[in-house]
């Protein structure tokens, strides 16, 4: 059965730290892992990550794939209260068809 | 451009009652997806459309159907609601077979949905 588990599940920090999202995946027929991040409402999308071992960067986030052990972290360094949010991973088949997410890592940015 | 749509933004029912949630996209996206969210379980997905007149179960698909009415717009009706079926329900969309950022989902802005 594919699945996608993420840790820490929740995650308490200070503005300023750096942190580090896990996600391992067993998703059938495996082309990409995705996160987003959601606030209040939808999720919006951070990264898509495709080939193993390249760095994705979006100013203080980046990503990076690991096909050979079926993971991927999200760094967020330097955080802010904006940050806070939860972070959703998920792996995606050759299709494009089946989406699976993880549970969510819940971040909290202390000022 | 709106991107993904839903109505309603909120909905409670009782138990039996039947609604149907709509969703919308004007991305020409041959993709659409229903998810539902509870609290510590991520997104599950209940149904998905490859593309317009094909409709597939997804991971949670009972209580639910679903209607691809045209290449825009996907519905997901519970024909006798139960309160298990409490939730936020994301109607999502994407254009897989495109380069770049193929299978990146959009969502709409979701469903409440409170069955007495």
């Known amino acids: 059965e594919d699945k996608v588990v993420q840790s820490p599940l929740s995650l308490v920090v200070h503005e300023g730290d750096t942190v580090t999202l896990n996600c391992s995946y067993e998703?059938?027929?495996?082309?990409?892992l995705l996160w987003y991040k959601q606030e209040k409402k939808a999720p919006t999308f951070l990264f898509m990550l495709?080939?193993?071992?390249i760095e994705k960067k979006s100013g203080r986030l980046s990503s990076i794939l690991d096909k050979k052990e079926l993971f991927s972290i999200l760094n967020i360094t330097a955080t802010q209260t904006g940050d806070s949010a939860v972070y959703l991973c998920?792996?995606?088949?050759?299709?494009?068809?089946?989406?699976?997410f993880g549970p969510g890592t819940r971040l909290s940015v202390l000022p | 451009n709106a991107g993904v749509t839903q109505t309603p933004k909120f909905q409670v029912l009782k138990t039996g009652q039947s609604m149907t949630l709509q969703c919308a996209q004007d991305m020409n996206h041959n993709s659409m997806y229903w998810y539902r969210q509870d609290p510590g379980m991520g997104l599950r997905l209940i149904y998905y459309s490859a593309s317009e007149g094909t409709t597939d179960k997804g991971e949670v698909p009972n209580g639910y159907n679903v209607s691809r009415l045209n290449k825009r717009e996907f519905s997901l009706r519970l024909e006798s609601a139960a309160p298990s079926q409490t939730s936020v329900y994301f109607c999502?969309?994407?254009?897989?077979?495109?380069?770049?950022?193929?299978?990146?989902?959009?969502f709409g802005p979701g469903t409440r949905l409170t069955v007495l």
């Open positions: 998703v059938t027929n495996f082309r990409s």
């Open positions: 495709t080939s193993s071992g």
């Open positions: 999502a969309s994407s254009d897989f077979r495109s380069s770049g950022r193929a299978n990146e989902q959009f």
């Open positions: 998920a792996g995606v088949d050759n299709y494009g068809q089946n989406f699976v």
